[in-house]
């Protein structure tokens, strides 16, 4: 398992940006496939964002396509979470995950996940 820490929530208007940052620890970051999920309060955690181990191949859910982008630099052992035109709705604690297994990410039974950043989006 590799270790995971969040960065770069915050309070942003609606119409802003934020950028989320999951540093991640050990050698072998560049064989994990990388995701981002979120959960709002009341609501159960949801797929944002998957990227594959050399950034190759993104998925994205349907309510921040286009306005999300999901990036990384293996050689700084990071993953990152461009978010645009962010909305109230986006507001929630953002996670991070990591798996050797792509389709795992995606279904959210990722082996390793953060601690969560908080981004709330005002009207």
């Known amino acids: 398992q590799v270790q995971l820490v969040e960065s770069g929530g915050g309070l942003v208007q609606a119409g802003g940006s934020l950028r989320l940052s999951c540093a991640a620890s050990?050698?072998?970051?560049?064989?994990?496939?990388m995701g981002w999920f979120r959960q709002a309060p009341g609501k159960e955690r949801e797929f944002v964002a998957h990227?594959?181990?050399?950034?190759?191949?993104?998925t994205y859910a349907d309510s921040v396509k286009g306005r999300f982008t999901i990036s990384r630099d293996n050689a700084k052992n990071t993953v990152y979470l461009q978010m645009g035109s962010l909305k109230p709705e986006d507001t929630a604690v953002y996670y991070c995950?990591?798996?050797?297994?792509?389709?795992?990410?995606?279904?959210?039974?990722?082996?390793?996940w953060g601690q969560g950043t908080q981004v709330t989006v005002s009207s």
């Open positions: 995950a990591a798996d050797h297994l792509g389709y795992k990410v995606v279904a959210g039974t990722a082996g390793s």
């Open positions: 050990g050698r072998t970051f560049s064989s994990y496939a």
């Open positions: 990227i594959n181990w050399n950034g190759g191949s993104t």
